[in-house]
């Protein structure tokens, strides 16, 4: 009988045991799950943000375009007067 009370009480604590070890996994899962949703949102942030860069600097080079055909249109009209 004491044989069978040992192991009922080893079967008990082993099972015990394994519920802790679920729990640390399950809080684990958890924790990783979190983890990948700030990187997940990390990265749609910088995504936004390389987005936006290029749009100014597609600003910025239509700009410069413009600048420069203004700056040769006036070269051109320069060069009709003399001095």
């Given at each position: 009988m004491d044989d069978v009370a040992n192991q009922l009480?080893?079967?008990?604590?082993?099972?015990?045991?394994?519920?802790?070890?679920?729990?640390?996994?399950?809080q684990s899962e958890k924790l990783l799950a979190e983890i990948a949703d700030e990187a997940a949102s990390g990265t749609q942030n910088v995504a936004a943000s390389i987005e936006e860069q290029l749009a100014s600097m597609q600003e910025i080079s239509a700009s410069a375009e413009s600048l420069a055909n203004m700056a040769s249109s006036l070269q051109e009209q320069i060069s009709r007067f003399r001095v």
């Open positions: 009480r080893d079967v008990s604590a082993a099972a015990q045991h394994l519920s802790i070890g679920s729990d640390q996994v399950l």
